[in-house]
């Protein structure tokens, strides 16, 4: 199993209770290091709660996932891959991501509530580049998208514009046509990191990284305006046809003059629109504000005025649409939000990642003594004349002392300050610095996340030499790899198709007889069509088998034009068949893609069968059988 998956399985926050009497047994070890069973309790109840039930795994099947990282992460220490640069570098920037909701009071929900509706008001224009991260990413994952979305910010920070730089770091497909450009949006419309973010930022200006459940940001804020609401629309959109440029325009003109002889807007997205997803529905699309759709179909979609007006065909990067207006919801007053917003936050990541700072919380938690006597003297003398190298501690913190140099050394810094203030923001700083340092002790679900965090992150280096970098450059061995397993990679069965949709079964019949006559499209549908109104419409391309544009019914047995096909709702189809192309091998640059990937996972099963000879693995049965009665059900 590829390194990837494996971590999806093992490298999960939370905490499994066990009894005093298993929760130091050892359940095998690596070389003589032992690995106990809350360890492996933990991940594996986890995992079998968050896993649909289908993909389930065992105990002993889970047991063998968990020693191949064990093995992997042995090899990443002895390697001292935990002494390099970015490593270290990347450990800090988690440790203070994941220690930030520690540092918040929860009691703020009237300040988000406000803070919410102000957003709702007011949209945000912004860009953004995304490098991806899958749900519950391994750190490994982590580490390399932060360094490639760093490197995009410097190099538009150094002159690059921000479009180039979207083409060719994000990870969002439609940054290509878009240059990474998100069109209008507000509260609620992003998740909440990347809503501070933006709102944040300034115009013009490009945010730090920050990490969301997508993966890694950064974000440019091109303008903000007062907030158009949500709105309800449906659509229809014909995708634009490689081998044919006018296609589409051509054939969203078609369905145009087709709502103009008032013929029924759901039934002609439900047969000609190529959105799989809002199609059956007639191309209702759920509602949304600027966030959910590109700039140039929600300014569209916004124009329309009345309920049930709809556009003329546009041009996105998607294709060629076509918008009717259902509803429009302007944003309401504070008093009648508040409600919703109040419940919006209590159930969003918001309520618990942003508040008040805990330091008071921990003034009373923790014992505290105070030198009050030398604060004084400080207040009453120059700093300057005062000795650096006094021993004297200024305050204690559980009888941790902290000297009276270092807050010499901190106010000597402060401009603008008394020392008195001085004093406050130094005292609650070390409070909070105390508590840091010390929540791996005092929280054992933030010790076991951190400490999974640091192991994975060790993989990434050990990673990229062992697989990643050699199935993607050693060419020759891909090569080799690809020879051997060519009957892993071939085409089904396809067919090179014109398929025509015709609104009365004798206007099938006639474009079916003109098609045997051998008639070119353009003039069939001029035989055909009377005037600006539409019988026919052709589609074409190449398709497999069991492509949803084909009747259900047809089958690729001979070349040629098929019988008339009723598929319901004044549909008929005529398909003519011109080539049927046979199931046959792909090659190399056919196949590359999944090619790399099994070629990955083929490196890493020779890899683990390297690291079971170098580290000896040792299972204790006896504790091993236990878990798997404890866990049948």
Known sequence: MHFKNIIIYILLIGY?????????????????????????MRVFNKNRDIVVEENKKSIDEYLELYINYKLKLKQAYDLKYDT???????????????????????????????????????????????????????????????????????????????????????????AQQNGGGLGYFSAFSMV?????????????????????????????????????GEIEVAHIMIKEH????????????????????NENFELLAKLHSDDKNSSPAGGKLAKFNATKMIKSFADVAFSLKDINDFSKPFKTPYGWHIVKLIQKYPVKDFNSMKEELTQKIEKSKRYKIVGTSVVKRLINDYKIVK???????????????????????IFS??????????FISYNSKQINKTVNEAYTEFFETKILDYYKDNLEKTDSEFAFTFQEYKDGL??????????????????????????NNRENY???????????????????????????????????????????????MFSKGIVEANNNKLPKKFTFNTEGISEIFNEGNANFLVVKVNKIIPPKPMELWEAKGKVINNFQDYLDQEWIKELKNIYPVKVNKRVLKRLIKQNKN
Request: aromatic share 10%; hydrophobic share 35%.
């Open 84 to 174: 390099i640069g970015v490593y270290q570098k990347e450990l800090a920037q988690y440790k203070a991501q994941l220690i930030a909701p520690y540092l918040k009071d929860s009691e703020i929900t009237n300040v988000l509530v406000q803070e919410a509706y102000d957003r709702t008001k007011r949209e945000v224009n912004a860009s953004h580049i995304l490098v991806r991260l899958k749900p519950k990413a391994t750190p490994v994952d982590t580490l390399l998208a932060y360094n490639k979305i760093l490197e995009a910010r410097e190099k538009i920070i150094n002159g690059t514009s921000f479009d180039v730089v979207a083409k060719q770091y994000s990870e969002d497909p439609s």
């Open 397 to 406: 913190i559980n009888e941790n002392e902290i000297p009276l140099n270092q």
């Open 490 to 536: 071939y085409w089904k069965k396809r067919g090179d198709v014109i398929i025509a949709s015709c609104t009365h079964k004798v206007k099938a019949e006639l474009v079916k007889k003109l098609l045997e006559e051998g008639k070119e499209l353009d003039e069939i549908k001029e035989i055909v069509n009377e005037g600006a109104t539409i019988h026919v």
């Open 371 to 393: 030198n009050d006597a030398i604060l004084q003297y400080v207040i009453e003398n120059d700093t300057s004349s005062i000795s650096k190298n006094l021993k004297s501690t």
């Open 192 to 228: 909440y990191p990347f809503e501070n973010a933006a709102y944040n930022t300034k115009v013009n200006e490009v945010s730090m990284p920050f990490k969301t459940q997508f993966g890694y940001h950064i974000v440019k804020v091109n303008d903000f305006r007062d907030s158009q």
């Open 16 to 40: 499994c209770t066990l009894s005093a009497q298993n929760r130091k047994d050892i359940l095998f070890t690596v070389k003589d290091q032992p690995v106990f069973v809350n360890e492996f």
């Open 242 to 261: 490689p081998e044919d440029s006018l296609y589409a325009q051509t054939k969203i003109k078609e369905v145009y003059a087709k709502l103009l002889q």
């Open 458 to 483: 060790l993989l990434f280096d050990l990673l990229q030499n062992k697989v990643w970098k050699r199935a993607e450059q050693d060419t020759i061995a891909l090569e080799k790899y690809f020879e």
